[in-house]
């Protein structure tokens, strides 16, 4: 299962992405996706009725020919408890900038899996300050705190449809 989860990293993310990230960082990618996943999985087959989510920042060094830039580093998964539940990459992003408003993604730092039949969907992505600052102390805290109780408002509820379309 984890050598499954490190050829779907490294399968799917960009040469861009690898090559400006320090190899510690992109086995410790691959790790938290691993346990994430793992983790998520045994918590609902234990409470299946309840949405279960894992959250973890760290600070990550990015090495781009401009020289050493720190970011955060965001790791978040989440279960679905209905079929028609969405929570996508727009929805992270949404709920990350309304706890943070200085905060921007890199560009090209999102990294998502997702297996519907499993009910779990991990997201990965990296924060900068739009001045080019690091977080403070301070907002790391408050976003620990604050974010795993937002997510819920973030999850988009779809309904079924009533009526087929035609065939024509």
Same mark, same amino acid.
């Given at each position: 299962?984890?050598?499954?989860?490190?050829?779907?990293?490294?399968?799917?993310?960009?040469?861009?992405?690898?090559?400006?990230?320090? %190899?510690?960082?992109?086995?410790?990618?691959?790790?938290?996706?691993?346990?994430?996943?793992?983790?998520?999985?045994?918590?609902?087959?234990?409470? %299946?009725?309840?949405?279960?989510?894992?959250?973890?920042?760290?600070?990550?060094?990015?090495?781009?020919?401009?020289?050493?830039?720190?970011?955060?580093?965001?790791?978040?998964?989440?279960?679905?408890?209905?079929?028609?539940?969405?929570? =996508? =990459?727009?929805?992270?992003?949404?709920?990350?900038?309304?706890?943070? %408003?200085?905060?921007?993604?890199?560009?090209?730092?999102?990294?998502?899996?997702?297996?519907?039949? =499993?009910?779990?969907?991990?997201?990965?992505?990296?924060?900068?300050?739009?001045?080019?600052?690091?977080?403070?102390?301070?907002? @790391?805290?408050?976003?620990?705190?604050?974010? %795993?109780?937002? @997510?819920?408002?973030?999850?988009?509820?779809?309904?079924?449809?009533?009526?087929?379309?035609?065939? =024509?």
């Amino acid at each position: 299962m984890l050598f499954r989860s490190m050829q779907h990293f490294f399968v799917n993310c960009k040469e861009e992405f690898k090559q400006l990230r320090e %190899p510690q960082h992109l086995s410790r990618i691959v790790y938290a996706f691993y346990l994430f996943k793992k983790s998520l999985k045994k918590r609902v087959e234990f409470s %299946p009725e309840e949405r279960h989510t894992s959250f973890k920042l760290n600070r990550v060094r990015l090495h781009s020919p401009f020289g050493v830039k720190t970011v955060l580093g965001v790791f978040f998964g989440l279960t679905f408890l209905k079929r028609y539940e969405v929570f =996508e =990459e727009r929805h992270f992003i949404k709920a990350l900038q309304d706890l943070l %408003p200085a905060g921007k993604v890199v560009r090209g730092s999102q990294f998502s899996y997702l297996q519907k039949e =499993e009910k779990v969907h991990v997201f990965y992505l990296e924060l900068e300050k739009e001045d080019g600052e690091e977080f403070t102390a301070d907002e @790391i805290s408050s976003l620990r705190k604050k974010f %795993p109780r937002s @997510i819920e408002n973030q999850v988009e509820k779809l309904m079924p449809s009533v009526f087929m379309p035609r065939n =024509e």
